[in-house]
């Protein structure tokens, strides 16, 4: 009896816990474990590379549009003696080209293509037998007035596409009543194209560019003032102005100013070439001889940029424009914006500072 009720004692003690308990909240269940496997890449994720915007050959500057780098460029000869002054146009040229003319005097061509002024440029004047190379370099129109019989000669044979003032191509020409002939030549570009046009000659073409520095250089110290002689007569200066990162030119002594913007001429890059240089038997009316310059080939060159003095070499072909290596081979690249080619002879020395 006594373990009965025992029995029964503990049943009930057991009772009365389960419904202790039952009172209690029910523990939360464990969170379930969520496992998924490591995604896979098939392939590297690459992002494209932004377009390159379309950028005009000769000087490395963005263009408008893709179509605009395609237009014709136009080459003019213009003078520079003091009755030319003020020249107009020339701060508009990709590139400019100087070398020596009859009588120690020198003569730009200037190589007109992402710019097109709306204002007559010149004066312009004959050619020389430099330009049978430097033309077709660029494939240019050639815009000149006149030439001696040997220079005419051999243009025509070369089949230069010539805007030529003497050989009919009036329209785009005209003479200004404020300067005196045969300094008062002047061309319109925009009416040289139309010209260009009506002869059935392209108004399209691909130009081989330069290769460019898409940033600048810094010079320790910068080489800031670069004197070139062409001769007694023709001395020609530039000087490096850091703040515009540009090389300003002086002529004969003095700023060389343009007559339209009445600003100084300046340069991105300042390029010397040395070139083969003879004289012909072939002479003005002053008697001086005609010289002929040689631009197709290769020879000494000195670039100056960004303050920067680089010697290397020049070498073109009779369909490109030159390209400048240094000692190892590299390319010399030019700073973005136009390029003055100063040409002198191969005997001849600049100096800087």
């Known amino acids: 009896m006594t373990h009965r009720n025992g029995t029964l004692t503990a049943m009930a003690a057991a009772l009365l816990a389960a419904l202790a308990l039952g009172a209690l909240p029910a523990c939360k269940p464990a969170p379930a474990v969520v496992t998924s496997p490591w995604p896979v890449a098939m392939k590297e994720r690459t992002a494209a590379k932004p377009p390159v915007p379309p950028r005009w050959p000769l000087t490395g500057l963005d263009a408008p549009d893709a179509t605009a780098i395609t237009r014709r460029v136009i080459s003019v000869k213009i003078e520079n003696n003091p009755a030319a002054k003020p020249q107009v146009g020339l701060d ?28 007559l440029l010149g004066p312009v004047r004959s050619a020389r037998l430099s330009d049978l190379d430097i033309v077709p370099q660029y494939g240019a129109m050639f815009s000149f007035a006149g030439a001696n019989n040997v220079v005419y000669t051999k243009i025509r044979s070369a089949g230069l596409q010539e805007l030529a003032e003497n050989g009919g191509s009036t329209d785009c020409y005209e003479r200004l009543k404020t300067r005196k002939a045969p300094h008062n030549l002047f061309i319109d570009l925009a009416k040289a194209r139309t010209v260009g046009a009506a002869a059935k000659w392209p108004t399209t073409q691909t130009v081989r560019p330069f290769s460019f520095l898409r940033r600048s250089a810094e010079a320790t110290p910068p080489v800031t003032i670069i004197n070139i002689p062409f001769s007694d007569q023709a001395k020609a200066k530039w000087q490096y102005d850091p703040g515009t990162n540009l090389y300003l030119r002086w002529d004969r002594g003095t700023p060389h100013t343009d007559g339209e913007t009445k600003k100084q001429l300046t340069a991105r890059n300042v390029v010397v070439m040395w070139t083969k240089t003879t004289t012909t038997a072939k002479r003005d009316v002053a008697g001086s001889p005609t010289l002929d310059i040689e631009l197709a080939g290769k020879g000494k ?31 010399i690249k030019l700073g973005t914006g136009n390029t003055w080619f100063q040409v002198i002879p191969t005997n001849q020395t600049i100096t800087w500072q």
Not at 304 to 321: H, L, N, Q, T, Y
Request: aromatic share 12%.
């Open 92 to 119: 508009q040229a990709d590139v400019v080209y100087e070398s020596l003319a009859e009588g120690g005097i020198t003569r730009f061509n200037a190589i007109f293509h992402s710019n097109q002024p709306a204002y």
């Open 301 to 331: 060159a000195t670039v100056f940029r960004d303050g920067v003095k680089i010697e290397g070499e020049w070498s073109a072909g009779a369909d490109a424009p030159p390209e400048f290596h240094d000692a190892d081979g590299t390319v």
